[in-house]
C-alpha cells in the first residue's frame, strides 16, 4: 500500500510555529526577525519551496527577506505587476492554485506551480507582504491563508516602511 505524503499545514501545526513566531519576534526585532521567520517557514512546512518578504519602496516592493534552494531574480517589483504587486495593490491576499493558468505570474523557478501572497498591513496600509511559493498545484488551504495573515499581523510592528494606500 503506497504510503500518502502529508503536504498541507495542519492546525496544530500553524499554532506550534505562531508560538514559535511570537519567541522569535520577542528576542530580536527587524530585518532579524524577518530572516528567522522566512528560515523557520521554508523549514517547517514542506509544501513551502521558497518563502520571501517584500517591503514596500516608493511604488515598488523590495525584497528584504527570503529563504529556499536559491535566489529570486524578482527583488523590485513595481507596485501592480505580477500576483505580488497585485496584492499590494488590492491590500489582499491572493491565492493561486496553478501559476501557469494565471496571467499575473511573474516566473520566479520553473518548479513552482502555486503561489499565496499575503500583506502586511498596518493602519489600512500596505508596508509588505509575504510571498510563499510551492512546487505542488494547490498548495494553499483556507488554512495557509488564516496562518500566514496572522503571521504578517505579527510582522506589521517590525516594519518601518511608509506603505501605501
Known amino acids: 500500500?503506497?504510503?500518502?505524503?502529508?503536504?498541507?499545514?495542519?492546525?496544530?501545526?500553524?499554532?506550534q510555529l505562531l508560538g514559535r513566531i511570537a519567541s522569535l519576534l520577542s528576542t530580536s526585532g527587524g530585518r532579524s526577525a524577518r530572516d528567522g521567520i522566512v528560515k523557520l517557514l521554508n523549514a517547517s512546512v514542506s509544501s513551502y519551496s521558497w518563502v520571501g518578504?517584500?517591503?514596500?519602496d516608493g511604488r515598488e516592493l523590495q525584497l528584504d527577506a527570503w529563504s529556499g534552494p536559491e535566489a529570486t531574480q524578482h527583488v523590485r517589483i513595481p507596485i501592480g505587476e505580477g500576483v505580488c504587486g497585485f496584492a499590494a495593490k488590492a491590500g489582499r491576499t491572493e491565492i493561486v492554485s496553478d501559476v501557469s493558468r494565471d496571467a499575473r505570474y511573474l516566473e520566479c523557478f520553473p518548479t513552482t506551480k502555486s503561489e499565496i501572497v499575503?500583506?502586511?498591513?498596518?493602519?489600512?496600509k500596505v508596508l509588505g507582504e509575504i510571498d510563499i511559493d510551492s512546487g505542488i498545484f494547490d498548495a494553499f488551504s483556507s488554512l495557509d491563508r488564516e496562518f500566514l495573515e496572522a503571521v504578517a499581523t505579527m510582522l506589521a510592528p517590525t516594519i518601518t516602511s511608509p506603505g501605501i494606500r
Do not use: C, F, W
Open 118 to 124: 499575503v500583506p502586511i498591513m498596518s493602519g489600512g
Open 53 to 56: 518578504i517584500y517591503l514596500v
Open 1 to 15: 500500500m503506497a504510503k500518502t505524503v502529508q503536504y498541507r499545514l495542519s492546525r496544530e501545526e500553524a499554532r
